[in-house]
Every structure is written in C-alpha cells, then in structure tokens.
C-alpha cells in the first residue's frame, strides 16, 4: 500500500524549533525526489523545500532559506524537514509529496503522491 504518513507537527513559541517526517510506506525513496509544501488558512499550497533522489540536490523558497532543512533517509524511507528559527508565517499545513524522478522540483502540480498533512502552529 503507498502512503505518506507525516508526524512532528505541533505548537511552538517563535525561534523554536521542530522536526517534521515523513514515512513513505511502499515507495522507494531512491527513484523519487521528495518535497514539502505548506498551506496556511485562506492561502494557496505553496512549495517549501524539495530533495533529489540521489540526495545531492536542494531547494527551498526564498522564506524559509537558512532556517529550514530538507533530508532523506532512503533506508528507513523517511523524509524530513528540520526548522529552526520559526516564525508566525510558518503557520500551516505541512504536507510531504513524491515526484517520481530525480529532479527536485516545487511545482505543485506534478506531484502525484501526497501525505495527509500535520499542523504546525507558531505563535506567542
């Protein structure tokens, strides 16, 4: 069965810090180049950072830059994001996806497997 199972979300004060992950059940991580997007109330689902299959590729928007880091662990098919230095902003839905390929890409529409989400809230 694939699937996408995201945990580590929760409430934190601004400049904390949290570790998403991300097991994806059913997938083999070396043929796919894993992303996290983010979707706060009201606002569209927008690309946070993406990962090569190989591993040895990253990007991430120009928000969370420094702050934010994206990896892989093939063997145990994990994904994760590390963030640091949170901020209000970084309220959200964040949701792991799966592009099938090696190329990182941020571009919504061409993932085709997608996590169900975890809430992350940054607030004083």
């Known amino acids: 069965q694939l699937q996408l199972v995201e945990s580590g979300g929760g409430a934190v004060q601004p400049g904390g810090s949290l570790r998403l992950s991300c097991v994806a059940s059913g997938f083999e991580l070396d043929y796919y180049a894993p992303a996290w997007f983010r979707q706060a109330p009201g606002k569209e689902r927008e690309g946070v950072s993406c990962i090569s299959s190989s591993g040895g590729t990253t990007n991430y928007t120009d928000h969370v830059k420094g702050r934010f880091t994206i990896s892989k662990d093939n063997a145990k098919n994990t994904i994760y994001l590390q963030m640091n230095s949170l901020k209000p902003e970084d309220t959200g839905v964040y949701y792991c996806?799966?592009?099938?390929?090696?190329?990182?890409?941020?571009?919504?529409?061409?993932?085709?497997?997608w996590g169900q989400g975890t809430q992350v809230t940054v607030s004083s």
């Open positions: 996806a799966l592009l099938w390929g090696s190329r990182c890409s941020l571009r919504r529409y061409e993932f085709e497997y």
